[in-house]
């Protein structure tokens, strides 16, 4: 599916939707300020909008900064795949949040309040090369070794609990990304045992989220400190965090072949800012 600019579309006021055509149609609804507030499906673009479930969320957001509807004509079998699609893209800030809820926060906010906070514990090891049908990856190390309540997947999990019920399209997943299997086989409820599954909880887990057309990953790795050591100031989303340097990329994707493989190394913020203020 080719890239295409929302902007460049056919558009009318949120005012003047009764103008709609009847075609099958992806829309978007923009505001002024060029963001994507809502992207959506119908197979009769001017009925869905007759009574449409956002219509007054978007309509007090048109109060401050105008709002319109532009939209895109396509085929009835492929608009789950294109609206799914446009979504992931542009991360438009009402998708998936409660319709009648009293304020949204834009995905930016919460991945930046995510950063900052754990800015000093994980590092950029790479991204996976973009193209037309893809969005980026970005891929992010944790040091899991640190198995205490003060540890990162400890504190990332902490994090995800205190933000659970936000209004936001942005989520947190998660899964499984791997066990360590002991050497032994330990005595169940053994110290030694108890020990094994602790070191499990915080190594086992692939944290995932999407944020304004790019998808951030973050996963567990054994050589935390050695990366550290070969990395350099970067910014995601306009928060500065360590990022393995283009020579240490080099030489670390032939070392760690499995943590690297299909990465290029990580040069520029891939994450634009929509709602913040520059």
């Known amino acids: 599916m080719s890239v295409f600019d929302p902007f460049g579309l056919p558009s ?30 119908a197979t009769n673009l001017a009925a869905r909008w007759k009574n449409h ?7 007090e957001m048109d109060k401050s900064c105008p709002v319109r509807i532009a939209w ?7 608009l789950n795949e294109a609206e799914k699609y446009f979504i992931q893209t542009f ?25 900052k906070i754990f800015s000093r514990r994980l590092i950029i090891i790479g991204i996976q090369a973009i193209s037309n049908r893809e969005l980026p990856h970005i891929h992010l190390k ?22 659970k019920g936000q209004n936001t399209s942005m989520k947190i997943k998660r899964k499984p990304y791997g066990r360590i299997e002991p050497a032994e086989v330990f005595r169940p409820g053994s110290k030694a045992h108890k ?8 190594y086992n887990n692939h944290w995932y989220m999407a944020c304004n057309g790019a998808i951030i990953h973050i996963t567990p790795t054994h050589h935390y400190q050695e990366f550290k050591e070969r990395t350099v100031a970067k910014e995601l989303a306009a928060i500065k965090l360590r990022a393995v ?24 913020d891939l994450i634009p800012l929509l709602w913040v203020a520059k």
């Not at 009318?12 to 499906?41: H, N």
């Not at 998936?96 to 995510?114: M, N, Y």
């Open 195 to 202: 020990v094994n599954a602790r070191e499990n909880r915080s």
């Open 245 to 268: 340097t283009e020579v240490a990329f080099s030489e670390m994707s032939s070392r760690y072949s499995y943590e690297f493989s299909g990465l290029t190394c990580f040069q520029h």
């Open 12 to 41: 009318i006021r949120l005012s003047e939707i009764k103008k709609l055509p009847s075609c099958a149609a992806i829309y978007f609804a923009i505001d002024s300020e060029g963001r994507v507030l809502y992207v959506g499906q």
């Open 53 to 59: 479930h956002r219509e007054f969320q978007l309509g």
């Open 91 to 115: 991360h438009p800030l009402l998708n998936g949040t409660e319709v009648k809820a009293p304020s949204t926060i834009p995905s930016e906010f919460i991945l930046r309040d995510f950063l």
């Open 72 to 78: 895109q004509t396509w085929n009835e079998e492929d």
């Open 142 to 163: 944790y040091d899991w070794t640190n198995c205490s309540p003060k540890g990162t997947a400890a504190k990332i999990k902490s994090f995800i609990q205190q933000n």
